[in-house]
């Protein structure tokens, strides 16, 4: 098994431990490290993800891949070179104003980081302004957002209309989810695509991306 | 034990459907099919319909009360769709669903419990986010049960949710609810309990398995409500073997009535 197969696997069983010393072998060896990210760490959630998808893996499981994964991006992310450092894209993620559900949120910030992705996690409770202020810091290329409560959901609405008075909507796709979030909400309210869960969010990051 | 049935939700496929479509009869037979089945309470929640929820719980509430006579749960985070649900409630005494410690709800919703002298049922979350331990939980349970003391809600109308995570991603979800209600059970004997707890499984195989072991687990810390799907023979069976395990079913009748309407045929 080639060097970085084997830094797959190790993702994919969720053993972190193999994850770190196999990352750092390739480090040592002088593996440039996008390459350590994208055919080893990247890969490996990348056998994950259509497992999960067919009911083959739950949510534990797929929880201790990310989790091995981040210990290797941790030592990874350091390396990259400032030239190479545009190369990875940025997704703002929050839940919205008035809603303080995280596990969800958390969820898609995770299998988010695993696609190799610079996450901004806001947190909870975060209004249009907020979120429009992070788009325009991180120059990020996504914003997601998450309510699970149908108060609160038309929040995301007012996101949309700001980032559109500050000129930044077509700078910018917007994904929305959570539980009382729908593809019909989604499509009224002018998001740029619904996510069921967060294997749906990093699908859609990475093909609204490359 | 309370068991409030959950299938009125316009977050289902059928439901939001029916209400689409102003199909009464399908809206009727779901809420006869839930008290049959063994439903205390029938929970309408139409929370999804943003721009019309008021209109469609006065639609739901009137069309389930033309062919049920047991009391109603009326489930919004909009204060607007509960005071309109309310106000129309015929049968016993309404149930709403539900008060959290967030300033804001406490405001708007403790006077709606007051004015149609409501339970109520009260979410363990306040305005700092959602709980993570049992000590998290208690601290949201004193100070919420401070103000609905305050406001002369009786013990036996307040019905503490203690918020069910799922252990899939929350590793020390269950033992977190159990500690819970051990804990509340201890400080305030007298008031009841209630819990959605199918969320306890999310992500994980065999769903149920661990759904009716949660019932077990829960109601024999003191759990006495339960928001679910009274028609899922196998949660209903559950149910009433564990009270009868608990010694909450004199002469084993309601354990044997179970028996004989085929809850336990696999």
Sequence with gaps: ?210 | MLIVGELINTSRKAINEAVDKKDADYIKKIALDQVEAGADYIDVNCGTKVYNEVETMEWLVNTIQEVIQVPLCIDSPNPKALEAGLSLCKYGQPMINSITDEKERVEVVLPLALKYKAKLVALCMDDTGMPETAEDRMRVVKSLYAKLNAAEIPDQDIYFDPLVKPIGSVDKAGDEVLGTIKAIKEKYPDVHFMCGLSNVSYGLPNRKVLNRIFVAQTMTLGMDGYILNPTDKGMMGTLAASQALLGQDSYCMNYITAHRKGLYEE
């Design chain 1, 1 to 210: 098994m080639s060097d970085f197969a084997q830094l797959a696997q190790a993702v994919f069983k969720g053993n972190a431990e193999s994850v770190k010393g196999l990352t750092q072998t390739m480090i040592d060896a002088g593996v440039a490290p996008l390459e350590i990210i994208s055919q080893g760490l990247v890969a490996g959630m990348d056998i994950v993800s259509p497992k999960f998808k067919a009911g083959e893996m739950y949510v534990p499981e797929v929880m201790m891949s990310a989790r091995a994964l981040g210990e290797g991006m941790k030592m990874v992310k350091p390396l990259i070179a400032n030239s190479d450092v545009a190369a990875i894209k940025t997704i703002v993620v929050g839940t919205v104003a008035g809603d303080l559900h995280d596990i969800g949120k958390n969820l898609v910030v995770m299998i988010l980081e695993s696609g190799g992705f610079n996450v901004i996690d806001l947190g909870v409770d975060i209004s249009p302004a907020k979120f429009v202020e992070a788009v325009k810091e991180h120059n990020a290329q996504i914003l997601g957002m998450s309510a699970l409560l149908t108060t609160t959901m038309l929040s995301m609405k007012d996101t949309i209309d700001l980032l559109k008075e500050e000129g930044l909507r077509d700078k910018v796709k917007v994904l929305v989810g959570g539980a009382p979030v729908s593809k019909n909400f989604a499509d009224e309210i002018g998001a740029d695509a619904y996510c069921a869960d967060a294997m749906a969010a990093k699908d859609t990051a990475a093909s609204i991306l490359n």
